[in-house]
């Protein structure tokens, strides 16, 4: 029988029984119709991909009212949903408001009307060392990946990653050295740690398009004075 997790918290702790197996949505990118005064439409694909919606049928088999507030307030908004048939994979998911159907004393259907961001994440990605030898870097997702790198420079200086022979630079000035630097890839933003955790933007300190890697084997490698270099994949799928 299907189950998921929302935000670390499983529908079988919740009392929801799932009726019907739970099926990942998959992603495709977005056709953009246009009509030039030919006698056909002509379909381009866009390079964004859109969003999937999927349903969660269930019955909440303890439909008291401590219970179903604590449904209402625990499966509401946006989060990140694991489903039990793909259990190494995760969502960032928008759950609509639940409206409950009575259908015995004490027992409840619901529907989950769910909205699936693109893509489906690893749970556990790929982390590998960083060195200053070309190293081969492993995608196994099924669409370019998006990496997180993390870093410590050890003095002030240029840092470069480079990934299939294009170059990533950060510009590090000496009040940097010793912190923990991290390049978010997908949300495109580089940032340091501050003494208490924060994370503080240092995006305009760096140059050129921020790495992906590809499908497959991808070369990386870095130069300048670091250590700590660690570069988690965060594959995907479609």
């Not at 994440?121 to 669409?143: H, K, L, M, S, W």
């Not at 140059?207 to 700590?228: C, H, Q, R």
Request: charged share 20%; aromatic share 8%.
């Amino acid at each position: 029988m299907s189950s998921f997790t929302f935000n670390g918290i499983s529908s079988d702790d919740l009392g929801i029984m799932i009726t019907k197996p739970i099926v990942r949505p998959t992603w495709s990118r977005i056709v953009n119709e246009e009509t030039s005064g030919a006698i056909s439409k002509l379909m381009q694909q866009l390079k964004t991909y859109d969003n999937s919606e999927f349903p969660v049928y269930g019955v909440i088999t303890d439909a008291t009212e401590d219970n179903m507030r604590l449904i209402y307030q625990t499966l509401n908004g946006r989060g990140r949903m694991i489903i039990s048939t793909a259990p190494h994979e995760y969502m960032n998911v928008f759950i609509s408001p639940i409206t409950p159907q009575p259908v015995a004393l004490m027992m409840s259907e619901i529907v989950l009307s769910i909205v699936a961001q693109p893509f489906a994440y690893a749970v556990n990605p790929t982390g590998q060392v960083i060195t200053q030898d070309f190293e081969i870097i492993r995608n196994g997702g099924t669409i370019f990946a998006a990496p997180e790198i993390m870093l410590k420079p050890r003095s002030a200086g240029d840092i470069s990653i480079d990934v299939n022979g294009a170059s990533f630079v950060i510009k590090v000035p000496s009040e940097l050295v010793g912190k923990t630097i991290i390049v978010d890839c997908e949300v495109q933003v580089a940032y340091y740690l501050g003494d208490n955790n924060e994370k503080i933007s240092i995006t305009h300190m760096t140059y050129n398009d921020f790495p992906l890697l590809k499908t497959g084997e991808n070369y990386i490698k870095y130069s300048g004075s670091a250590s700590d270099v660690v570069c988690n994949v965060r594959e995907r799928w479609l």
